[in-house]
C-alpha cells in the first residue's frame, strides 16, 4: 500500500510539472555510458540527454558512438564521443580525462559495455576466452568506479550504475565466463555501495532479461539455434516462454529503468540489483 502510494505520488508530481515544462530528472549532469555506440547503451545515452544530461559515449568502434553523439547534439542535447578500449586501464583514464575536460565533471557512471564470450562448456573455453569476458564485463567496472570515485566523495554526490544481467541470478549453460563476470558485477556494485553510502554516492545494478534488439542477443541466439540444432525464429519464440510477460525487453525499457536509478526520485536506493525482466525470474 505504501509502495503504490509513493508511485501515484511520483505520477501526480511529474504531471504537474509537465504543465509548467518538461520535466528533467538529470538536468545539469555528466555522464559517462560505456558500450554507448548502439543498444541498451544508445537507448541510454539518448534518454539521459533528453533528461538534460551531457552525455559522454564510449565504445571501440568510433562510428557507432560518433553517430549517438551526433544524434544527441542535433536534438539540442550536449554529447561527446571517446573512442577507446575499456579492456585497457591507460584508455579507462583517458575516457575519464576527455570527459572533465569537455564538460569539468562526472556526476554519473553507466558501466554498460560487455560482451557475451564464447558460447561453449567449460571444459572447452580458453583462459584467454575467460579473461576477456572478464576483463571487458568486470575488471574495466572497476577501473572506471576507482577513477571517479574520488570526484564524486569529494562532491558528497554522484551515482554509479553498473548493466549487469538476469545470468548473474539464474543458471544457464554455455556461459561460464559472462555469467561469472556479471554475478562478480553485483558483488562490485554492494561493495561499493557499502564504502560510498555515508559519502553521498549511489551505486546500483540492473539485470536486463533478453533484450531480443541488440546484437549481442541475435549472435548468441544464432549460436544457441545452432548447437541445440534449431531453428533460430523457434529459439526465440521458445526462451521468449520462459519470461511471464512472454517477450523480451526493450532497450528503451532498460533505459527507462536507469534513468530512475541515477535520478534523485532513487535517492533511498542503493546496493541494489533490480530485474528488468518481464518476470523472467519468478517464472
Do not use: H
Request: glycine residues 10%; aromatic residues 6%.
Amino acid at each position: 500500500m505504501f509502495g503504490c502510494g509513493g508511485m501515484v505520488g511520483w505520477q501526480i508530481r511529474r504531471r504537474e510539472d509537465s504543465t509548467r515544462g518538461k520535466l528533467m530528472l538529470l538536468e545539469g549532469q555528466v555522464s559517462i555510458i560505456t558500450g554507448g555506440g548502439r543498444g541498451i547503451g544508445r537507448a541510454i545515452a539518448q534518454r539521459f540527454a533528453k533528461e538534460g544530461a551531457a552525455v559522454v559515449v564510449t565504445a571501440r568502434t568510433a562510428g557507432e558512438i560518433e553517430a549517438v553523439a551526433g544524434e544527441i547534439r542535433s536534438a539540442g542535447g550536449r554529447a561527446a564521443a571517446v573512442a577507446a578500449d575499456i579492456a585497457r586501464e591507460d584508455d579507462c583514464a583517458r575516457i575519464v580525462a576527455a570527459t572533465r575536460e569537455k564538460f569539468d565533471r562526472i556526476d554519473i557512471l553507466v558501466n554498460n559495455a560487455g560482451i557475451f564470450g564464447p558460447v561453449k562448456p567449460a571444459e572447452e573455453i580458453t583462459a584467454a576466452e575467460w579473461d576477456e569476458a572478464l576483463a571487458i564485463n568486470l575488471r574495466a567496472a572497476f577501473l572506471l568506479a576507482r577513477l571517479v570515485l574520488p570526484e564524486m566523495y569529494a562532491r558528497g554526490s554522484g551515482t554509479i550504475l553498473n548493466i549487469s544481467s538476469l545470468a548473474a541470478k539464474a543458471a544457464f549453460a554455455w556461459e561460464a565466463p559472462y555469467a561469472a563476470s556479471k554475478a562478480g558485477l553485483l558483488g562490485l556494485t554492494r561493495c561499493l555501495a557499502a564504502e560510498a553510502a555515508r559519502k553521498g554516492v549511489r551505486v546500483n545494478a540492473i539485470c536486463p532479461g533478453p533484450v531480443f534488439e541488440t546484437n549481442m542477443s541475435k549472435e548468441l541466439g544464432l549460436e544457441l539455434s545452432r548447437r541445440m540444432g534449431m531453428d533460430p525464429k523457434k529459439q526465440v519464440e521458445d526462451f521468449a516462454n520462459t519470461v511471464l510477460q512472454g517477450r523480451g525487453q526493450t532497450a528503451e525499457e532498460i533505459a527507462a529503468a536507469a534513468v530512475f536509478l541515477v535520478s534523485s526520485e532513487a535517492s533511498a536506493i542503493t546496493g541494489q540489483a533490480v530485474n528488468v525482466d518481464g518476470g523472467m525470474a519468478f517464472y
